[in-house]
């Protein structure tokens, strides 16, 4: 079963960044548009960013548009969301996952259309 891996979590302070990471083994995101989502306790999994597969197009979730920006290195099978100016609302496991449709169609944010979902990784957000 394809599984991807996020790594990169931790706990930071209101106005820090982090970086989480998104890896594949083998060629398991060639041609696929690349999603992150994040569930906080007690809420309903919610949809953060896509990025393109050739990198070129990302979309974000109004929430954090203009903080947080995804990017990914093909070569490395990687995925990256580099999450800047972080409040403690943005506190959640974050999740990434491939999506079952077209390499450029970054606009699909419902989490039934993606597949090979991680474990998450825990961004913790003090204030």
């Known amino acids: 079963q394809v599984q991807l891996a996020e790594s990169g979590g931790g706990l930071v302070q209101a106005g820090g960044s982090l970086r989480v990471s998104c890896t594949g083994s083998g060629r398991t995101l060639d041609n696929r548009v690349v999603g992150w989502f994040r569930q906080a306790p007690g809420k309903e999994r919610e949809f953060v960013a896509t990025i393109s597969e050739s990198g070129s197009v990302a979309y974000y979730a109004d929430s954090v548009k203009g903080r947080f920006t995804v990017s990914r290195d093909n070569a490395k099978n990687t995925v990256y969301l580099q999450a800047n100016s972080l409040k403690p609302d943005d506190t959640a496991v974050y999740f990434c996952?491939?999506?079952?449709?077209?390499?450029?169609?970054?606009?699909?944010?419902?989490?039934?259309?993606?597949?090979?979902w991680g474990q998450g990784t825990q961004v913790t957000v003090s204030s």
């Open positions: 996952a491939r999506y079952l449709g077209g390499a450029e169609d970054i606009l699909n944010t419902n989490a039934v259309f993606y597949d090979a």
